[in-house]
């Protein structure tokens, strides 16, 4: 098993460009999420799905956007990218969004926006 | 607000015993995490605790108090490889998961 996939590990983009983070998992998880992650402070959510055709906000949305038209694929959107969204991205997943919701994470993609 | 904290950075022999100490305030509680993340990886899950009590696994033990609001990781004969951040994470009333900044684990030999 692949496990949880992201694509791309590395990326620069110059502000106001817009790109997509890819994420793919084959474990069959209802639940995925986006995560992001700067020094010194704790990984915060960005969006999250429950399953196919469900998403809701996490806590830093702004800026972003998702979608879950299949199980296996969650792709996070950056719209218009901004120095502010320069940070290490993981995509992350779980069998279940309750109880003992073990996360598989991704390999992280680095985002640099100059 | 919600709150989880964790000493930002720790040094130990090789060989010897760590304990890392997890305080959490939150919303609700239904259970507390730990995961390991060597730098430049992925988070990997290290343990689940959602009674109180110790719960170990092979040189790794993770002890939670729920009345205080406390957990630590205790690791025993540490390794090189042992040197990672540790996060602790604390699921909300909601199931959100609250994290902390991470303690970056130091192993000198």
């Known amino acids: 098993n692949a496990g949880v996939t992201q694509t791309p590990k590395f990326q620069v983009l110059k502000t106001g460009q817009s790109m997509t983070l890819q994420c793919a998992q084959d474990m069959n998880h209802e639940y995925m999420s986006w995560y992001r992650q700067d020094p010194g402070m704790g990984l915060r959510l960005i969006h999250y799905s429950v399953g196919a055709g469900i998403t809701d906000q996490g806590e830093v949305p702004n800026g972003y956007n998702v979608s879950r038209s299949t199980t296996e694929d969650f792709p996070l959107r950056l719209l218009s990218a901004a120095p502010s969204q320069t940070s290490v991205y993981f995509c992350a997943s779980s069998y279940t969004s309750s109880g003992a919701n073990v996360l598989t994470f991704g390999a992280g993609s680095r985002l640099t926006v100059l | 607000g919600q709150n989880i904290d964790q000493p930002t950075e720790m040094t130990a022999t090789e060989g010897a015993i760590v304990q890392i100490n997890c305080t959490y305030q939150t919303s609700g509680f239904n259970g507390l995490f730990w995961y390991q993340q060597h730098a430049g990886e992925a988070p990997t899950f290290l343990s689940y605790?959602?009674l109180d009590g110790l719960e170990e696994k092979g040189r790794f033990s993770s002890f939670l108090s729920r009345s205080k609001g406390y957990s630590y990781l205790l690791l025993k004969e540490l390794q090189m490889k042992d040197s990672a951040s540790y996060l602790c994470?604390?699921?909300?009333?909601?199931?959100?998961?609250?994290w902390g900044a991470g303690t970056k684990l130091i192993i000198k030999p």
């Open positions: 994470a604390v699921s909300d009333s909601n199931y959100q998961l609250i």
């Open positions: 605790n959602v």
